[in-house]
């Protein structure tokens, strides 16, 4: 009996997207746990006059960085979070990025805003081995965002500040929506989600998903 090749490999393609072992897109996905953006202000407050952030390792966008530091964060709970790594390098403004799960335990209640937003944001308090920062604003829960290059944006269409809706075909299978897109020639594509995302959709650091919508 002739076999048709094709007709079985396309079978057994769409066993495996149901299942959640197929390719599930063509966007790797990093996820970002909680962490710390600081001024140079910030750094020798909590560190020392003249302290200056030792690199530990290089993250998926070029430039940036996780540092060796680490912090402790409180919130009104006063129960602490500890061991929140630093990112660098330093910017104009702190910021604190946590999950909607952090701030059930910290009893903040940060907006959902794009990184480097933190205008009104919610206040937090960062503890240092040198000292102690009360931040009134910069305690944010990161948007969902895809990281682009020119090209890429000219490749999905999209430029940036658009939304988009993404899909995961994993065993949890996900549609995430007002994703926003970020386009710079400083960027690698990647979408990045926090902890709490990625657990509820199954995803992992270099899992894939889709885009499928524009949105208008």
């Known amino acids: 009996m002739d076999i048709n090749v094709s007709a079985v490999a396309e079978a057994v393609m769409k066993i495996l ?29 909590l560190f020392g006059k003249g302290y200056e952030l030792a690199p530990l390792k290089d993250l998926s966008q070029p430039g940036q ?44 209640k940060p907006p959902v805003r794009e990184s480097g937003d933190v205008a009104g944001s919610a206040p937090i308090t960062l503890i240092g081995p040198k000292g102690t920062v009360t931040l009134n604003e910069g ?8 990281h682009m290059s020119v090209e890429d944006g000219q490749k999905y269409g999209v430029k940036d500040g658009d939304y988009v809706t993404v899909d995961v075909l994993s065993e949890r ?13 400083k960027f690698r594509l990647e979408m990045h989600l926090d902890t709490d995302d990625a ?6 650091n270099g899992s894939q998903v889709k885009i499928v919508e524009i949105q208008k």
Do not use: W
């Not at 599930?24 to 020798?44: A, K, Q, W, Y």
């Not at 299978?173 to 020639?185: E, G, K, L, N, W």
């Not at 657990?199 to 992992?204: D, I, S, T």
């Open 17 to 45: 997207e149901q299942s959640g072992s197929a390719d599930t897109g063509d966007i790797p996905v990093g996820i970002s746990n909680r962490h710390i953006h600081l001024t140079r202000e910030h750094v020798e407050a």
């Open 65 to 108: 960085f996780a540092c060796k530091e680490q912090l402790t964060i409180v919130g009104p709970s006063m129960r602490p979070i500890e061991k929140v790594r630093i990112l660098g390098p330093e910017r104009p403004a702190s910021q604190v990025e946590i999950s909607r799960t952090d701030s059930y335990v910290l009893k903040v």
């Open 139 to 146: 305690c944010i829960i990161a948007n969902r965002h895809i």
């Open 173 to 185: 299978r996900t549609r995430f929506y007002d994703v926003q897109v970020r386009v710079s020639p």
């Open 199 to 204: 657990n509820a959709a199954a995803l992992k």
